[in-house]
């Protein structure tokens, strides 16, 4: 994505779909896009409003984005944008095939779409999610209605829908996106490097090498099973 930002002539429109806190959107628009993030809770919104604030006084310029609080569909529907990022939220977002639907109608061919998750496919990772979806199951139904405390709005969230790179991948051709680049991610364990490198200057080598090692891994299919995350990146046709 950043790598789309700063190649763009003009400042790349990036929706930032259930933002939480605003990490990347804040990423984006230091790089110079033009950034919308969006969450249906109020309260990180704020912060995340707060943090924009923060890092727009230490960078001495005012960064090009704005958090709203409200749901990613009136956000697809308020502007246009080039690029949506969307990081832990598809497992979340209901319903999924509206979004997606949306997605498709407001975008212009060309569009990109980059979507990190966790990758069900890795069986410990499904497992982690199969017992929180029973208890949530239990107590809640796993889409349940979120009550916004500061503005009373309701909001449907799925809880943790379980995804793989294949399960996902079919799902965005199945809806007028084409896949350009899925890999997985985690299929290293960094946890190796941090017991292992107990001297922080070999340590950012150490991560640097792991980056790229993992990138040249994480495309292989056979790495798809056992990778801990994962992301897609497509193209609206
Ligand atoms: C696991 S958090 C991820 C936050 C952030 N993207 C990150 O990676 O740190 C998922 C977020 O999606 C938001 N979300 C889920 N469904 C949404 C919807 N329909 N509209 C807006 N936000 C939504 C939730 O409020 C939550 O903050």
Known sequence: MLDAVSQSANPLRILDAGCGIGTESLCFSYFGADVVGCDARSRVVRFADRRREFFSDQCGRSLACRFVHGSVFEALTDAE????????????????????????????????????????????????????????????????????????????????????????????????????????????????????????????????????????VGRRRVAWRWAKAMVVVAVRV
């Not at 639907?101 to 061919?109: P, R, Y």
């Not at 190796?192 to 790229?212: D, G, K, T, V």
Request: aromatic share 14%; proline share 3%.
């Open 81 to 216: 944008f080039d690029a949506v990022w969307i990081r832990e939220a598809i497992s979340h977002i209901h319903p999924l095939e509206r979004f997606l639907e949306d997605l498709h109608g407001t975008m212009a061919a060309g569009g990109i779409v980059v979507i990190r998750e966790h990758n069900s496919a890795n069986r410990f990772v499904r497992s982690t999610l199969t017992r929180r979806l029973k208890q949530v199951d239990r107590e809640l139904g796993s889409v349940y209605c979120y009550r916004d405390a500061e503005s009373g709005r309701e909001f449907e969230f799925a809880d943790e829908r379980p995804f793989s790179l294949e399960s996902i991948s079919r799902l965005l051709g199945d809806f007028g996106f084409e896949v350009r680049v899925a890999f997985g991610l985690g299929a290293i364990p960094k946890t190796l490097i941090s017991r292992f490198f107990i001297f922080r200057p070999l340590r950012r080598f150490a991560y640097q090498w792991l980056w790229n090692a993992e990138r040249r």
